[in-house]
């Protein structure tokens, strides 16, 4: 019997030192919540803008900037550091206006296609949305130095 204890310790206390380090990052609280108001609102940003369409198509790629959109909105800016609140605003800014001018085709891409304002106007607004995301995404090392680290690199 002390034969199979002399063999077995060895193995139970690596299981329980693997089992050990391996659930230290998930049952500590830094993992489970955000240490400020701004990891939060970064944290949702990053989720909000993870957000992909299903299909490639017009409506599902409107649907997916809705949904985007919506989400940046419902987020909330209480104790947030103002460079990011202004940094989402203004995506929402834009993706919103990528979304009225798709309404203005009726969400149609023929038509969009087919007008060539409709289509540059269109182009623009795509662009000017994508560089603004570029220049939220662009934060996450300001907000690092600022709030002192924890600011993961955005999700979408």
């Known amino acids: ?19 050990c380090f391996s659930m ?30 299903p299909t490639q198509d017009l409506g599902g790629m409107l649907a997916a900037v809705r949904a985007q959109t919506e989400a940046l909105r419902a987020l909330d800016p209480a104790g947030v550091d103002p460079e990011l609140v202004a940094a989402v605003n203004d995506v929402i800014a834009r993706e919103e206006k990528v979304l009225a001018i798709a309404e203005t085709a009726d969400n149609s891409a023929q038509i969009i296609r087919e007008s060539k304002p409709m289509a ?11 560089e603004s995301k570029k220049r939220l995404r662009a934060l996450r090392d300001a907000l690092n130095a600022k709030h002192g680290g924890g600011f993961a690199a955005p999700a979408g």
């Open 1 to 19: 019997m002390r034969g199979f204890w002399l063999r077995a310790l060895p193995a139970c206390a690596v299981a329980c030192a693997l089992g």
């Open 24 to 53: 230290n990052g998930l049952l500590s609280p830094a993992a489970r919540e955000p240490a400020t108001p701004t990891h939060a609102y970064w944290q949702g940003a990053s989720a909000a803008l993870a957000q992909r369409s």
């Open 120 to 130: 540059a106007a269109f182009g623009e607004a795509n662009r000017q949305a994508a």
